[in-house]
């Protein structure tokens, strides 16, 4: 593979992309089309580029999350899904409103070797999105201590693939390899409820104060609605990508379905990370 990045990314857009513009779909959903796309990308199909939310409301763990830190009760009581990712770090709350997730799933020889140089890339058109809304966000210049490991937006603060406005988290982001595909995937804080995000574990041990502190959201920086701030980040992706607006195909969405009922919604991965597929 080259190792020249910027080679590779004046390339990108010479290759097959797909822009899935934002639905809502569970959590078992979202990861599973996750690893459909990256199967579809490593043997010769589309690469995609999506914005997605989630429904219901929904608790993301990281892949070696204790499940002990989660608070399964009060995520039954107020209707929130939980579902482990493939990638690590801690929970993340994603509200239907207050959260935009997106995705860039492509093959692995595509993309820089260096993990720093492929988060750099593939972050460029959300830092640009934050800059149209009016966003100051760029990669924190600095390591920060956790102050609540279990929760995702709580714990170290990594320059790699951290995004922060006014020294606070905004935006985190993660990668994690599938079928010789490079899958990542980000939560971007359009607004905060800070009570769910500290409620969906058992053991908050953080204040409101130490929270906000430590993260933020665009409504605290822009006068943008949501509806601007998803429009701002697919027409970023696009371009970047240069994609083609597109969509699932009709075995992708089986297949997809598949994978979430034999993984994604299972206690087995849930609770004790036992793949079942």
């Known amino acids: 593979m080259a190792d020249d990045s910027g080679s590779l990314r004046s390339s990108l857009a010479d290759n097959d992309w797909r822009f899935v513009s934002e639905e809502s779909r569970s959590g078992a959903m979202n990861m599973a089309l996750d690893e459909i796309a990256a199967e579809t990308a490593s043997s ?40 482990r990712r493939q990638t690590g770090g801690g929970g993340i709350y994603h509200d239907n409103v207050g959260d935009i997730s997106y995705s860039v ?14 988060y750099s890339m593939l ?10 809304m009016g966003v100051f966000a ?20 990594h320059p790699a693939h951290d995004l922060v406005c006014g020294g606070r988290k905004v935006s985190g982001n993660a990668q994690y390899h ?29 204040t409101r104060d130490e929270f906000e502190g430590r993260v933020t959201s665009v409504t605290n920086h822009a006068n943008v609605t949501r509806e601007e701030a998803v429009e701002t980040l697919e027409e970023c992706l696009r371009e970047w990508a240069d994609a ?19 993984k994604y919604e299972t206690e087995a991965w849930n609770r004790h990370r036992d793949d079942p597929t």
């Open 44 to 83: 010769g199909g589309p690469r995609t580029v999506r914005v997605y939310r989630w429904d219901p409301n929904c608790l993301s763990l990281g892949y070696r999350q204790d499940p002990e830190t989660v608070d399964w009760g009060y995520c039954k009581r107020r209707g929130i899904d939980v579902v």
């Open 105 to 118: 799933v492509a093959p692995a020889d595509e993309l820089p070797g260096d993990l720093t140089d492929c």
């Open 123 to 132: 972050c460029e058109p959300v830092i640009e999105a934050f800059r149209r």
């Open 138 to 157: 760029e990669f924190a210049d600095e390591d920060l201590p956790a102050i609540h490991e279990p929760a995702c937006y709580l714990r170290a603060i």
């Open 178 to 206: 599938q079928r010789d595909a490079v899958i990542q995937h980000g939560s971007i804080n359009f607004d905060l409820t800070v009570s769910e995000h500290l409620g969906v574990f058992s053991d908050p041990d953080t």
């Open 244 to 262: 083609r607006t597109g969509g699932w195909t009709d075995q992708e969405i089986d297949d997809a379905r598949l994978r979430a009922e034999r």
